[in-house]
T-cell receptor, first 108, second 114 residues
Framework: AQRVTQPEKLLSVFKGAPVELKCNYS??????LFWYVQYSRQRLQLLLR??SRESIKGFTADLNKGETSFHLKKPFAQEEDSAMYYC??????????FGTGTRLTIIP | DGGITQSPKYLFRKEGQNVTLSCEQN?????MYWYRQDPGQGLRLIYY???????QKGDIAEGYSVSREKKESFPLTVTSAQKNPTAFYLC?????????????FGPGTRLTVL
């Protein structure tokens, strides 16, 4: 069964400091991994997906199969990055499995 | 801001009553999903439907029921059998099949049992 672990429920970072939100997964096949974000009073939305190898709003995430990790990183945090972040994985049955989420707070 | 709509935004229910949450999408998506969002527990899948007139149980289906009579609609009924129904409920959809990449979420319904 797929499983996603986000070990930090809360994370506070000063503005301008680097950010890393941790995500580990367990899946026997070749997983697809995603980061979703929910800003205050907005809908949950896709931030980025590993298959695209993209950078969105300065965030990147690299799939590390050896460590089964997909950590989300940004070199310089901005106040507008404060939000709830969910890591998710999708297996062969096309269902998404979400982690428990990390609430990121950027301190001005 | 069309796409996926959920109604109502807030819903109050007395214990022992069934209640139905609405989810409609105009994206022509085949697949639709219901999640429950609780603090510290993330999103948990209740039911999902990959095509009209078909649906499957998710991880926490007990005490819930759904129907998928139309492509654009996927209502969720919270029955009196659901032991802890107070939560935030999110509906989502995606194109299905090869286009299943991104899920699009509705604004959510907050259900409170009094």
């Amino acid at each position: 069964a797929q499983r996603v672990t986000q070990p930090e429920k809360l994370l506070s970072v000063f503005k301008g400091a680097p950010v890393e939100l941790k995500c580990n997964y367990s899946y026997s096949g070749s997983p697809e991994l995603f980061w979703y974000v929910q800003y205050s009073r907005q809908r949950l939305q896709l931030l980025l997906r590993h298959i695209s190898r993209e950078s969105i709003k300065g965030f990147t995430a690299d799939l590390n199969k050896g460590e089964t990790s997909f950590h989300l990183k940004k070199p310089f945090a901005q106040e507008e990055d404060s939000a709830m972040y969910y890591c998710a994985t999708r297996g062969g049955n096309e269902k998404l499995t979400f982690g428990t989420g990390t609430r990121l707070t950027i301190i001005p | 801001d069309g796409g996926i709509t959920q109604s109502p935004k807030y819903l109050f229910r007395k214990e022992g009553q069934n209640v139905t949450l609405s989810c409609e999408q105009n994206l022509n998506h085949d697949a639709m999903y219901w999640y429950r969002q609780d603090p510290g527990q993330g999103l948990r899948l209740i039911y999902y439907s990959q095509i009209v007139n078909d649906f499957q149980k998710g991880d926490i289906a007990e005490g819930y029921s759904v129907s998928r009579e139309k492509k654009e609609s996927f209502p969720l009924t919270v029955t009196s059998a659901q032991k802890n129904p107070t939560a935030f409920y999110l509906c989502a959809s995606n194109p299905g099949g090869a286009g299943t990449d991104t899920q699009y979420f509705g604004p959510g319904t907050r259900l409170t049992v009094l």
